[in-house]
């Protein structure tokens, strides 16, 4: 099962520090989840993952179910024998990829039935059927099977989905038979503040293991995002943990953290490595422009990584040039250990009671660095990487 327990609150905000207990270790709260959708991390073995400090990750079950197959994963042992990764697990139950992803998708109050992006194959998968299929995987944490509708969206659709979700997330609970996972609610309510804190309600008065809040980071403004966590997060019990599904641009893992935001997951680190954008003290850096081919300074001169104690700029600008697998894999690197060391000075900030000094000198450096800074320079500009306010505790 799962143990959570609040060690710390900030006094000027919602910011809290926390421990999540596994049967795969402990995890240390606020806490980032990279996304490994199909199994793995995207060319991230799971020992540097350990390195970088990640002790959760996420898992999706839509794409595992389609392949190789839940039932393939629970003969080989589970997710974390299939995959090798000894720390904890999170699956989501895939309600937002059979929405986003699926070539044709039917709802009823039954379930959804939906062909496979891969292969046009069909399939139906209902409350029961998520469950099932999640604890085949084996995580440790699973999630109710929610119905993610597509934005904008009338006031009545919003709310249908709505009873839908409250109505599935009740069907879960009654499907569950493993006692050694966690279950976590998710709360939906589209961008209407009034309807997101009912729903909170609605879901809490089922006793979940955790709630997740649902519905969000899928193109709206940030201010609208933040609006509706400032609606829901206050209707959430202080002794469970709290996830902000999808949101993991830096800012959002700020301000999540402000408004008592507990776990987060998203691909941001991951694909934007891909796509060759590094996240740095100093502002985003896009290592394919021309001015890095002679650059002989590592991303970050104020970074730790594997990658920047050891290779130039120039070397990763030529790796991305070439198309060489290996300059995705250290781009990744260098940007997961920027989440990784983002939310561990979060941790430290809490844990010192300078969470709001932190935070105004995060968005201090957003501000006067913007995507990216200048001309590339490794100028500091009270940039959140030099900044710490100690080291106290077990963060």
Not at 283 to 311: F, M, S, W
Request: glycine residues 10%; contains cysteine.
């Amino acid at each position: 099962m799962l143990d959570f327990w609040v060690r710390r609150t900030d006094s000027g905000t919602q910011a809290r520090l926390g421990t999540l207990s596994t049967a795969h270790g402990d995890v240390d709260t606020p806490a980032f989840m990279p996304v490994g959708s199909l199994g793995a991390v995207k060319g991230i073995d799971p020992v540097d993952l350990q390195a970088l400090g990640f002790r959760l990750i996420l898992n999706n079950a839509y794409h595992l179910y389609l392949r190789p197959g839940h039932e393939v994963v629970a003969e080989l042992g589970g997710l974390h024998a299939f995959a090798s990764w000894p720390g904890a697990i999170l699956t989501d139950s895939g309600g937002f990829q059979v929405f986003s992803l699926a070539k044709l998708c039917k709802v009823t109050d039954d379930g959804v039935t939906f062909q496979s992006h891969l292969d046009g194959s069909l399939h139906h998968v209902t409350p029961e059927r998520a469950i099932e299929i999640q604890e085949a995987l084996g995580a440790d944490i699973i999630m109710a099977f929610d119905e993610c509708v597509a934005l904008p969206a009338s006031l009545d659709r919003v709310k249908e989905a709505l009873l839908r979700t409250n109505r599935w997330a009740r069907r879960c609970q009654d499907a569950r038979r493993r006692t050694d996972q966690a279950l976590f609610g998710i709360v939906q309510g589209g961008q209407d503040a009034e309807l997101r804190a009912q729903a909170a309600r609605d879901i809490v008065s089922m006793g979940f293991d955790g709630y997740a809040v649902g519905g969000l980071s899928v193109g709206e403004e940030k201010s609208v995002m933040l609006r509706m966590l400032e609606a829901t997060v206050p209707e959430l019990p202080a002794g469970r943990p709290r996830y902000l599904m999808g949101a993991g641009m830096p800012e959002d893992l700020v301000e999540g953290v402000a408004r008592g935001v507990d776990l987060f997951d998203c691909v941001v680190p991951t694909r934007h490595g891909r796509t060759g954008w590094l996240f740095t003290s100093f502002g985003r850096v896009l290592i394919k422009n021309a001015r890095y081919a002679r650059d002989e300074r590592p991303i970050d001169p104020d970074c730790q990584c594997p990658v920047c104690t050891r290779h130039s700029r120039a070397y990763l600008h030529h790796l991305f040039t070439v198309k060489e697998m290996l300059g995705v894999r250290l781009n990744t690197l260098h940007n997961l250990h920027y989440f990784a060391d983002l939310m561990r000075r979060i941790r430290q900030a809490i844990q010192g009671g300078v969470f709001a000094e932190l935070r105004t000198q995060f968005h201090a450096q957003q501000e006067q660095c913007g995507v990216e800074c200048g001309d590339g320079s490794t100028m500091k500009i009270n940039g959140l990487r030099g900044w710490m306010p100690g080291e106290e505790g077990r963060v």
